[in-house]
């Protein structure tokens, strides 16, 4: 599977600027053959908590369309980063996943709302893990601070995630976390990781990218810098079974002691 990392910096607050950016992104990763390409997080607003009323997309009815057309047209899948959404009962940082045919396949609010950029005072959490088939893999995918919480990867590796995507608005003061927590969850998970972080810059934070894809025994198969831009890498899924075989992790896990 070839992936495309579209490592984009998102202007605040300008859905119109962001929408258009996102359409000529993907048909830049389409036309480079990649199979599944991944926004970053709250590409559509950045983080204008405060001007969520004015600007979320109402149900993501606009995401949806333009992922759904977008994947239908060009042939690919496309993990739709996250977008702020109004749903009936508020905002949601919401993950929209669109598959070669054209279809939904997940839609995922985040779990972890990051207090220390104020998302619990604005945002209402999501209370369901996110798996999902593309190209008959299964595949679980996160929002930025999720990446924290190992069990809630593990929950998606035991119910059959072989790739991780994980998409963010990770400043740059804490990059080295980043890089750090990816390779872990790559490597106790023994499962592809691909995560997407912006680049650029909003009134509270810069961000700095480094996008990274991350294979099962742990190597860095791409880091992406910190310029905008799409980053391609290729997976090979066969490499999953290859370190469970080598070491049986899943198998020795102690499930009667935790
Ligand atoms: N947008 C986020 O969830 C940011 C998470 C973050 O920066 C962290 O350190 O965790």
Request: net charge negative; proline share 3%.
């Amino acid at each position: 599977m070839k992936i495309a990392c579209v490592q984009m910096d998102v202007a605040f607050g300008e859905p119109e600027q962001n929408f258009a950016k996102a359409e000529e992104f993907i048909k830049e990763a389409a036309k480079h053959k990649a199979d599944t390409i991944v926004l970053p997080e709250m590409w559509n607003t950045g983080y204008a908590l405060d001007q969520l009323g004015r600007l979320a997309d109402g149900n993501g009815e606009r995401t949806k369309k333009l992922l759904r057309r977008l994947a239908k047209n060009l042939k690919v899948n496309i993990i739709g980063g996250s977008v702020s959404t109004k749903k009936e009962a508020g905002f949601y940082n919401t993950m929209f996943v669109a598959d070669r045919n054209g279809d939904i396949a997940a839609e995922y609010d985040k779990a972890h709302l990051f207090k220390l950029m104020d998302e619990h005072h604005f945002m209402n959490a999501g209370s369901k893990a996110n798996l999902f088939k593309l190209d008959d893999i299964v595949c679980g995918g996160l929002i930025c601070y999720d990446l924290r919480f190992p069990e809630w990867a593990r929950l998606h590796t035991l119910k059959g995630a072989k790739i991780m995507f994980i998409v963010a608005e990770w400043p740059e003061k804490r990059v080295d976390h980043w890089q750090l927590l990816l390779q872990a969850r790559a490597i106790e998970n023994q499962c592809y990781v691909v995560a997407v972080n912006r680049v650029g810059s909003d009134p509270n934070n810069e961000f700095n990218g480094h996008s990274m894809v991350i294979a099962p025994w742990g190597e860095r198969l791409l880091s992406g810098e910190s310029r905008e831009g799409i980053f391609y890498a290729e997976l090979d899924l066969d490499e999953v079974d290859k370190v469970r075989k080598t070491i049986p992790v899943f198998q020795d896990r102690r499930t009667d002691l935790y």
